[in-house]
């Protein structure tokens, strides 16, 4: 049952109608970007310069996140990085009318609920900011560096399925870059295939 739901799962994934979007560069700087907050706050990549920068792709309704947020996978790594000084940026990409559109009011109460800590989360309507990075499931994950490069994009970790047993011991692409990053060390792997539900743009 196991094998099963994982190759069910990452048959899923890639079996998704994405997007031809250009993806960023890694090693160069990160595409520029201002959206609005929950609380109608602009929020500008551009101000956080000199912090190390991870950026999450977020669906509430996606399995692949459900499985990262209900076993706590997410809220640890989140915890984790902003404890050590980086901004963490969720966005939502979902347009109007599409799943994963969520309210501000309906993001707060869910991140509540979840007891997860971004720094902040960042309304995506129009997909500006999702077509500027080529993001193309969620989760997809992003690692800027403190001078503005990008270090890392792709999978959060190496398990694409919605199994929540496949968290423990699995490698987390993230954790990696960043560790490695802010060590002033390459990053070994600095971009992978994402895995998860289509981000649901307008078009």
């Known amino acids: ?10 048959a899923f994934a890639a079996a998704l109608p994405l997007t031809a979007l250009a993806a960023p560069t890694v ?19 551009a101000d956080l310069k000199g912090k190390y ?3 999450e792709w977020h669906n509430q309704g996606c399995p692949f ?24 940026i969720t966005v939502i990409s979902s347009a109007p009318g599409k799943q994963g559109h969520v309210t501000a009011a309906e993001e707060e109460a869910y991140l509540k609920a979840q007891n997860a800590t971004p720094t902040d989360v960042v ?13 193309k499931t969620t989760p997809h994950m992003f690692v800027i560096d403190d001078k503005g490069t990008l270090v ?12 929540k047993a496949d968290v423990a011991g699995a490698t987390n692409y ?3 870059a960043y560790t490695e990053a802010k060590a002033g060390q390459p990053v070994k792997t600095p971009s992978t295939a994402p895995y998860g539900c289509s981000v649901k743009y307008s078009n």
């Open 27 to 45: 090693g160069q700087p990160a595409p520029a970007f201002t959206g609005k907050d929950m609380h109608g706050k602009t929020v500008n990549l």
């Open 123 to 135: 309304f995506d309507e129009d997909g500006k900011i999702g077509q500027a990075y080529g993001a």
């Open 1 to 10: 049952m196991r094998i099963s739901k994982t190759l069910i799962a990452a």
């Open 65 to 88: 996140v459900v499985k990262h947020y209900e076993s706590g996978n997410m809220q640890k790594l989140q915890k984790e990085l902003t404890g050590q000084g980086a901004a963490w």
């Open 53 to 55: 920068v991870v950026l």
């Open 152 to 163: 890392y994009a792709g999978a959060i970790d190496d398990k694409a399925s919605t199994d």
């Open 174 to 176: 993230v954790q990696a």
